[in-house]
């Protein structure tokens, strides 16, 4: 099936697309997503990579663990959805901007 | 680049792919993935696709709010990087699977 391609072409197409990708994943770290659960009563942000960077928890909350677990356990996911969307929102630019979507 | 690529073997080759992608998807629901920190007073544990199924937090941090938001921190940053080694490692079995790596 790759008999006939031109794979100089596809060298160079390969090693521009891993450059896009690395200058994305720079731009990624810059960027902060935060997601609020229980009224706010629970925050957790994150950089475009999906490492967790802060969480805070209302003082409130440490009286009831069990509350505090499960408002930690959705902020967390509510945030990862945030940063997943935005990875494939920047992989889309990438191949688009590249002419391969 | 891609004039004389034969496209039906392409698609194919591609819808083989999004079957293969899905499978792998359905198994990494079923696996879990835990990380701890602090000795053990905080675990966290996640499914394959990166969603947290559990946190569970010791009672003696809830006297020590600081301590516990950044043990809460490293631990599902921890998880994380499992879940990521083993997205990578699938998707690496994917490729060699179909013999394109």
Redesign the interface.
């Known amino acids: 099936?790759?008999e006939?391609?031109?794979f100089s072409?596809?060298g160079e197409?390969l090693t521009k697309a891993q450059e896009k990708a690395n200058e994305l994943e720079q731009e990624a770290l810059k960027k902060e997503f935060s997601a609020k659960s229980g009224g706010g009563l629970v925050k957790v942000s994150a950089n475009g990579k999906?490492?967790?960077?802060?969480?805070?928890?209302d003082?409130s909350l440490?009286e009831d663990?069990e509350s505090?677990?499960i408002l930690?356990?959705a902020a967390?996911?509510d945030v990862?959805k945030m940063v997943?969307q935005n990875k494939k929102s920047m992989a889309s630019n990438l191949f688009s901007g590249m002419g391969m979507l």
């Open positions: 099936m790759f006939n391609m031109d072409k596809m197409l999906g490492e967790i960077i802060d969480i805070n928890v003082d440490l663990k505090m677990q930690l356990i967390i996911n990862f997943e």
